[in-house]
């Protein structure tokens, strides 16, 4: 004897599986990371993964909408003495490179010494906690219970000067208005809070 299952049931089960399937990678996908020291650990690891671990950076600037999440917007090298460098940007977990760059460093000089790389001086974490650490101020200072983060960003001086390299952070009420903005040194000391 054979069994027959209605085409229907197959179909439907189909569609479950799809959904669930859908709702697990949209889950883990770092458009939908929240705006903490862990979430951007994660944006940090995806970021390993994509360049590797000794990539050099520019420019290193997360951007938060509300209808599609996090956009990731890098300027790159995998070898700085190539002298050249890419622009990368990951929305809705996709990764798109908009330009190519050749970049002049002075004679004598090494081009990484005008970059930063992610690791122990630099750490997506490190800003996570920073924004974390703004919103709380928010809350005690201006009691504004819900903000939501526009932009975080690594500042990294053309002169190639660690010392002087800071992290950035703008926020804004849940509906829109008011940008506060946040400077802060690597070591996490406020530098300037303006709005």
């Not at 951007?63 to 990731?72: A, H, L, P």
């Amino acid at each position: 004897m054979k069994l027959k299952t209605p085409k229907f049931k197959i179909n439907f089960l189909l569609l479950i599986l799809s959904l669930g399937l859908l709702t697990i990678s949209c889950s883990n996908s770092i458009q939908n990371e929240p705006a903490t020291a862990d979430g951007f650990q994660n944006i940090e690891n995806e970021l390993k993964n994509k360049f590797g671990n000794d990539a050099y950076y520019t420019d290193l600037t997360i951007t938060y909408n509300s209808t599609i999440g996090n956009i990731v917007g890098v300027t790159v090298s995998e070898d700085p003495e190539s002298l050249k460098m890419e622009q990368w940007n990951l929305t809705q977990d996709t990764w798109q490179q908009n330009s190519d760059i050749t970049i002049e460093v002075p004679k004598g000089t090494k081009a990484a010494d005008y970059m930063f790389q992610l690791g122990e001086i630099i750490s997506l974490s490190k800003l996570g906690e920073l924004v974390e650490q703004s919103m709380q101020n928010l809350k005690d200072e201006k009691h504004l219970e819900h903000s939501t983060l526009s932009t975080a960003r690594v500042y990294f001086p053309d002169n190639g000067d660690v010392s002087n390299a800071e992290y950035f952070v703008n926020l804004q009420p849940e509906n829109g208005g008011t940008i506060f903005r946040f400077r802060y040194g690597l070591n996490g000391n406020l530098i300037k809070m303006n709005y």
